[in-house]
């Protein structure tokens, strides 16, 4: 898995509440049997018209968010089905970062295995950033050495994230290779449990 | 030893060892898999050389892609055709047992766990699917999760986690006649939130929930994810006993299992973080009118105003979901028509909901231009609905009976909704899009769904005129 220490990028704004995984990447979409190239399906509903025109009012296709890679969004972002592909989907698009005043929890779940830094801010400073994001360009800083997220003029902010998910993320750690580790202990849970 | 929640106790009993940075290392007593979450996970074990720890403990169903009509083992679409050959593929070469489409044990895998009595009481259960949380019905800690923690449990038998928060629901009264246990979870999240629960396992109690059946159960923890809640429970007493006793995966050593599930609750005292009373006698048949779970109303009410709405991003939100579902403030719920009706999911498509929905249905015709459609939960559903001539009283009607699967709960086969139709369905998610681009879904209960198919429109099943 990709590490995540410090990243700065293009901000996209997306001011909306509840946005579920069927909304992040329909169904359709899920049929796949790889873990790649679900960037081009992201937002797809909402990115495409019924002719698979882009939406011009939809906030990834303007241009002046070309090449975003920090998601900029609404309260309990990624509720909804626990498709992995979402979280797959929004890094083959380019994103290292949603940020957002909360996630929902299979998400950021997934979102932790994949290098997909969610980061919650309270909702004053999501509004300060969606404002400024939303009438310029607008990079930011997202350091998880700091738990900090800064402008070049001076905003910043703090945020908390679980110690564990903290050290997978800065270590791009294997999880898998990490219990395995702990096979005998595994072992003897299962010899006492009888299971 | 201090007073213990159902779910802490449950965690104690399954926790290997600490893991780093104040996580746990925890076990997972029963694995589930399907077609739609698996294929990267076995991938990942392939390339890392890795084996399935505990095929014993894994078992493997086809629900969320497969046809429910036709000859089902010939699949037309060629990508859903490829997952179900390498679910398929992967159950051979790694040695876990499937449940494939001629097998009689085939159907929704939240359906197939209860029924074959793999979902025990105080067992940890996962799928890669966030309604595992139905399993929760058992006194079970039941979750879903991504593909990558699918992997990690197929080679390791264990998950890494840190300790979810605890959330008590206690219903006090009893549930009015025609109301029933989804409209009790509807009524919790449009009282909570669709974040009401996010970070909490929940535990529901109290008279009405102990006067429910396990399937209704089933129907309340299910939708406990659409509160955001990462698991709900409700502790087993008597009528889980009666239902598990005899199942094929139920213990066969009964006495000893029981004598310790009956120690499995809430002790007194014990400190929920977070703690909601609900008077049950008040709650009404529901309806959703948005497009979230938690945009519901009873359904005598009427479509709200955003306007009226507390704040502004609720008022965008209230706006943006009436524009796609194409309805205006102030409309009575009782008067939206409906073009199709889906009774089927792992919410609602056991045997009493069909039974719920056929004695609706009985001696009606579906309305003129209503598509209508039943999909059991389960083979084995479909079977004891036909031993007791259910599909008899759903054709008869005009309804369509099919074979078991996902279906048009979420359209990833050829079960959708067209752009614009809207669904009376006994589903889970109201989502934009959901049953198909473009398609309107409205959740009620499994006897609202068929009176909405008879009367064209949604009515208050309390004033239902049944013939029987």
Redesign the interface.
């Known amino acids: 898995m990709q590490s995540f220490t410090v990243h700065t990028g293009l901000v996209a704004p997306l001011e909306r509440e509840n946005v579920d995984t069927d909304q992040i990447i329909p169904k359709q979409f899920l049929k796949r049997t790889e873990r790649t190239g679900y960037g081009e399906c992201l937002f797809f509903d909402w990115r495409f018209d019924a002719a698979g025109r882009p939406n011009p009012a939809f906030p990834l296709n303007a241009l002046q968010y070309t090449g975003a890679s920090i998601l900029l969004t609404g309260k309990n972002f990624g509720c909804g089905s626990s498709r992995e592909h979402a979280v797959w989907a929004l890094r083959d698009y380019g994103f290292r970062a949603v940020i957002a005043p909360s996630f929902a929890d299979i998400f950021s779940s997934n979102c932790v295995k994949n290098g997909l830094l969610t980061v919650a801010l309270k909702p004053e400073e999501i509004n300060t950033l969606m404002a400024r994001a939303s009438a310029d360009r607008l990079n930011l800083k997202v350091d998880l050495e700091k738990c900090e997220v800064s402008t070049a003029d001076g905003f910043t902010a703090k945020f908390t994230v679980e110690p564990f998910r903290r050290m997978c993320l800065l270590e791009g750690m294997d999880e898998i290779g990490m219990t395995l580790k702990h096979d005998a202990e595994i072992s003897a849970y299962e010899r006492r449990q009888r299971v | 030893m201090p007073a213990r929640t159902l779910f802490e106790k449950i965690w104690d009993?399954h926790t290997?060892?600490a893991?780093?940075?104040?996580?746990t290392?925890l076990?997972i007593?029963l694995h589930l898999v399907h077609e739609?979450?698996s294929?990267?996970a076995f991938?990942?074990l392939r390339i890392?050389e890795?084996k399935v720890?505990r095929t014993d403990?894994t078992f493997a169903t086809l629900d969320?892609?497969i046809p429910t009509i036709g000859n089902r083992m010939v699949i037309d679409?060629p990508?859903?055709r490829?997952?179900v050959e390498?679910l398929r593929h992967n159950c051979r070469e790694f040695g876990v047992p499937l449940f494939d489409l001629e097998a009689p044990e085939q159907g929704i895998v939240h359906v197939i766990g209860p029924e074959l009595g793999l979902t025990q009481p105080g067992a940890t259960i996962v799928c890669?699917?966030?309604h595992t949380s139905t399993h929760g019905a058992f006194g079970a800690l039941a979750f879903?999760?991504?593909?990558?923690?699918v992997?990690?449990v197929l080679?390791?038998?264990?998950l890494?986690l840190?300790k979810a928060k605890t959330m008590l629901v206690n219903f006090t009264g009893q549930l009015s006649p025609g109301v029933t246990s989804k409209d009790v979870i509807l009524a919790l999240i449009a009282q909570i939130g669709?974040?009401g629960a996010?970070?909490h396992v929940i535990e529901y109690s109290g008279e009405a929930i102990r006067a429910l059946s396990m399937e209704a159960r089933m129907t309340i923890c299910n939708m406990s994810?659409?509160a955001?809640a990462?698991a709900g429970m409700i502790a087993a007493d008597q009528i889980t006993f009666n239902y598990l006793r005899g199942r094929r995966y139920a213990p066969k050593a009964w006495g000893e299992a029981e004598a310790h599930w009956k120690t499995l609750h809430s002790d007194p005292g014990a400190k929920f973080d977070t703690t909601i009373e609900i008077d049950a006698t008040r709650i009404a048949p529901f309806v959703t009118w948005g497009t979230?779970p938690g945009m519901a109303a009873p359904v005598t009410g009427v479509v709200p105003d955003p306007d009226r709405a507390a704040n502004e991003?609720e008022r965008?939100?209230i706006r943006?979901a009436l524009e796609y579902m194409d309805l205006r403030p102030g409309m009575r719920l009782e008067e939206i028509p409906v073009d199709r009706v889906f009774i089927g999911s792992c919410t609602n498509a056991r045997l009493e909901d069909l039974r719920a929905a056929a004695q609706v249905i009985k001696g009606y015709k579906i309305s003129k231009g209503i598509q209508a459609m039943v999909v059991p939960g389960s083979q084995q559903v479909k079977r004891a609905a036909e031993q007791e001539g259910l599909h008899t009283i759903f054709r008869d009607a005009g309804f369509e009976w099919r074979e078991a699967g996902c279906s048009m709960c979420?359209?990833?086969n050829a079960d959708r909704l067209q752009?614009g139709e809207r669904c009376a369905s006994t589903s889970n998610?109201n989502?934009?899009?959901?049953q198909g681009?473009?398609g309107r879904t409205h959740l009620m209960s499994p006897a609202m769904a068929a009176a909405a198919a008879v009367s064209g429109h949604f009515v208050d099943i309390r004033k239902w005129q049944y013939k029987t």
């Not at chain 2, 080679?155 to 264990?158: D, E, G, R, V």
């Not at chain 2, 989502?431 to 959901?434: D, W, Y």
């Open positions: 009993n290997v060892c893991g780093p940075e104040g996580s290392i076990y007593d739609v979450t294929p990267q991938e990942g890392a890795r720890r403990r969320h892609n679409d990508l859903a490829g997952q390498a890669g699917d966030s879903g999760i991504g593909t990558s923690e992997e990690h080679a390791t038998q264990c890494v840190k669709t974040d996010t970070g994810i659409e955001g990462r979230n991003s965008n939100g943006r979420l359209g990833m752009p998610r989502f934009e899009g959901r681009a473009g």
